[in-house]
């Protein structure tokens, strides 16, 4: 079994920083392209940013320039550093990993965490 495990949300105020981080647990797998989506109630989860295994990044047109997305292969991890948030960042973020296990490919989710931006 595979588990995504995501931390760093929190409150900040505009123009601050915050770290979202999202290990993946378990063993015998590969992962493929890792992303950071967010959801706001009542509304679709969104993607914000993703990074494939070879390190290409792509980013929502919305935090481009503010956002950066890294990841480390060798601990199956994904973050997502956030400057010059926005009360308009606020949302619960999800990472997600495409995860290569026996034979199958599935996504895989974290927990979610929030992020709340005051103005």
């Known amino acids: 079994q595979v588990h995504l495990v995501e931390s760093g949300g929190g409150l900040v105020q505009a123009g601050g920083s915050l770290r979202l981080s999202c290990a993946a647990s378990?063993?015998?797998?590969?992962?493929?392209?890792m992303g950071w989506y967010r959801q706001v109630p009542g509304e679709q989860r969104d993607p914000v940013a993703t990074v494939t295994n070879g390190g290409n990044t792509n980013y929502a047109d919305s935090v481009k320039g503010r956002f950066t997305i890294s990841r480390d292969n060798a601990k199956n991890t994904v973050d997502l550093q956030m400057n010059s948030l926005k009360p308009e960042d606020t949302a619960v973020y999800y990472c997600?990993?495409?995860?290569?296990?026996?034979?199958?490919?599935?996504?895989?989710w974290g927990q979610g965490t929030q992020v709340t931006v005051s103005s």
């Open positions: 378990g063993s015998g797998f590969s992962i493929g392209i």
């Open positions: 997600k990993m495409l995860v290569i296990r026996q034979g199958l490919t599935l996504n895989y």
